[in-house]
């Protein structure tokens, strides 16, 4: 049975839901939708004043706190849900300018501890408090060469952590459950284009386009902000990929907007439509050209600075920089980028060999071929529908979130903690390192006390096999180890005795002695018994016994608890004498002497 993937883009512009479709070892990408916000945000252009209250388009004072930037989504969102033939059954969305990230060097490579150390060291960077924030990381640099005879813990390794704040984190959750979503990440939108890449490795598709090479950068132009991601290939885990580098800049083409607005004397509306339709391409209008490359010199800026602290920290520029979102369909933006960071720019296509892509092509009439030149030509990438091509530009974020959360690729996740996502077991995740030490530990005692009680069977059973030879030896003059066969042969012998009227003793005289001792009152009264037996005889029949005592009434306590025995019958007192003895202490002192027959029952 499918399992249904929805990637949400929450954007500022639009909204973007990217649906996959994951069934057993298959994955593939069914559609992009995108919608746009019913209001544009932010439409007044700097120089505009804004509306006064009861003019036309002026909001209510009811509505004018309610309408938000995230009601507008959500709206936006429900409307694509119910074009949807079904809401999904998992979900992931992501935070943008809100997630704060950083790169951080940590001293030990082993990954517990670094989550237990980030906190501390992102608060020493933030010179903040972190406690309604949630810290999550992600592995940025491979582990270096471990030197002979060094342990994990002498190898330093770099992160990229990141925080965002616990109560927006609860607030998108709570919205997104009102409509019916239980996102299983919050992830962030700046490493979405990770997941894009993750099969890629440098495999040829079969039409023969090389996969891009890595490092490489995806550059996100949003209508509010820029998300920088550097993707770079894992050392160990051949197809995947590591995120090696993220920044997001407070620039897009929002502002852009704005500056041809003032630049022109426009309006937002006809500012954005001249915008798309000129771009900063040599052939376009050249006021407009000109009031654009005025307003990108601060976004080319802080990419230029993005670019000198990439290769300060790694050493080399990337490959290759690959351009999406919607201000990325600015005419000649990709020569400009190209020109600034002296790196490679372009759009960003499909993935070449993209299994979740070709899986999904099923009419391929229906495919359509995007892409750029080169040396050789034009290079060509054949996906699925019109519809998946015009919406792949803006959409390749949604299709990336999309992908975090059916594949191991890297992505931060701030459902962490009480806000973990339940159903699918990560508050069992979180302990399971204490549970499966405990069950180490209880199976860890058990087989001990198994091991323990093996030895104590072992000895015990070579004691009584040492035993065995040693009666059998004296009974039948060898030594015999079989039990059972010695057993048999006995119960053989007792039966032949019991048939020639002959029996072997039931109990002994020291059997019966031990039953008399057992039996024979301790104290006469308060005071002691004084027994002092003379003589006793123990035969098959009749038992005698010569003794003395402190008092007569003692001598019938003697003969009833005796009389009580299974072994004994007619108990028969003789004459009690009293005699004088010496005590310890040589003084004289009168006791009774007595005599009992008793007659023996058991043969």
């Known amino acids: 049975m499918a399992t249904t993937i929805l990637g949400i883009d929450l954007g500022s512009y639009s909204v973007k839901l990217a649906r996959l479709e994951l069934s057993?070892?298959?994955?593939?990408?069914?559609?992009?939708?995108?919608?746009?916000?019913?209001?544009?945000?932010?439409?007044?252009?700097?120089?505009?004043?804004?509306?006064?209250?009861?003019?036309?388009?002026?909001?209510?004072?009811?509505?004018?706190?309610?309408?938000?930037?995230?009601?507008?989504?959500?709206?936006t969102l429900e409307q694509l849900l119910q074009n949807q033939r079904g809401k999904g059954e998992t979900s992931v969305f992501a935070l943008g300018g809100e997630v704060t990230l950083r790169l951080l060097e940590m001293p030990f490579a082993d990954a517990k501890k670094v989550a237990q150390a980030l906190p501390f060291e992102l608060s020493g960077q933030l010179m903040t408090d972190l406690d309604d924030q949630i810290v999550d990381q992600s592995l940025a640099r491979p582990m270096p060469a471990r030197p002979a005879g060094s342990s994990e813990e002498d190898l330093a390794s770099l992160w990229l952590a990141a925080c965002a704040p616990r109560p927006l984190v609860q607030e998108r959750l709570a919205a997104l459950g009102a409509l019916g979503l239980d996102p299983r990440l919050c992830a962030a939108t700046a490493l979405a284009g990770a997941a894009l890449?993750?099969?890629g490795g440098r495999r040829r598709d079969p039409a023969g386009a090389a996969a891009p090479e890595l490092p490489l950068w995806v550059v996100d132009l949003g209508h509010r902000t820029t998300h920088i991601c550097a993707v770079a290939p894992h050392p160990s885990r051949s197809g995947q990929v590591l995120v090696s580098f993220a920044r997001t800049i407070a620039r897009g083409g929002e502002q852009l907007t704005r500056a041809l607005a003032r630049a022109l004397s426009v309006d937002f509306a006809r500012a954005e439509e001249l915008k798309h339709m000129h771009g900063i391409a040599g052939d376009g209008e050249p006021l407009i050209t000109a009031a654009l490359r005025e307003a990108l010199r601060p976004l080319m800026r802080d990419l230029r600075q993005t670019l000198a602290a990439y290769v300060a920290r790694y050493g080399e520029p990337p490959r290759s920089v690959h351009l999406t979102g919607g201000t990325a369909q600015l005419a000649g933006l990709a020569e400009l980028i190209s020109e600034e960071l002296g790196v490679e720019a372009h759009e960003l296509l499909p993935p070449a060999g993209?299994?979740?892509?070709?899986?999904?092509?099923?009419?391929?009439?229906?495919g359509l071929s995007v892409g750029g030149t080169d040396e050789g030509g034009v290079r060509n990438h054949l996906i699925p529908g019109a519809m998946l091509v015009r919406r792949w530009p803006t959409g390749a974020t949604a299709v990336g979130l999309a992908l975090a959360g059916a594949t191991?690729?890297?992505?931060?996740?701030?459902?962490?903690?009480?806000?973990?996502?339940?159903?699918?077991?990560?508050?069992?995740?979180?302990?399971?390192p204490y549970l499966a030490a405990f069950a180490a530990a209880l199976l860890s005692c058990i087989v001990i006390w198994a091991w323990a009680s093996l030895k104590v069977l072992e000895k015990e059973s070579e004691r009584l096999r040492l035993q065995l030879i040693s009666e059998t030896t004296a009974l039948f003059g060898e030594p015999r180890t079989n039990g059972q066969k010695v057993s048999a042969e006995l119960m053989s012998v007792l039966a032949g005795d019991k048939a020639g009227g002959q029996s072997i003793p039931t109990v002994s005289a020291l059997d019966l002695l031990e039953d008399i001792s057992r039996a024979?009152?301790?104290?006469?009264?308060?005071?002691?018994?004084?027994?002092?037996?003379?003589?006793?005889?123990?035969?098959?029949?009749?038992?005698?016994?010569?003794?003395?005592?402190?008092?007569a009434q003692y001598v019938d306590d003697l003969a009833a608890a005796l009389a009580k025995l299974p072994c004994f019958k007619n108990v028969q007192k003789g004459k009690v004498l009293t005699v004088r003895n010496i005590g310890p202490d040589n003084k004289p002192f009168d006791v009774k002497q007595f005599s009992l027959e008793i007659t023996t029952t058991c043969p």
């Open 24 to 75: 057993f070892r298959t994955l593939h990408l069914v559609s992009i939708e995108e919608q746009r916000l019913p209001e544009a945000p932010s439409r007044l252009s700097e120089g505009e004043p804004p509306a006064e209250p009861g003019e036309e388009g002026a909001p209510s004072a009811s509505s004018a706190g309610e309408d938000t930037l995230l009601h507008k989504q959500l709206r």
């Open 197 to 199: 890449f993750m099969e």
């Open 354 to 366: 993209a299994a979740w892509l070709h899986a999904s092509q099923r009419d391929l009439r229906a």
């Open 408 to 432: 191991a690729a890297p992505q931060l996740n701030f459902r962490k903690g009480e806000l973990s996502y339940r159903t699918d077991y990560a508050f069992v995740r979180e302990k399971a």
């Open 520 to 551: 024979a009152p301790k104290t006469q009264g308060s005071a002691p018994a004084h027994l002092d037996v003379v003589e006793l005889s123990i035969s098959r029949k009749k038992t005698e016994l010569k003794a003395t005592a402190g008092s």
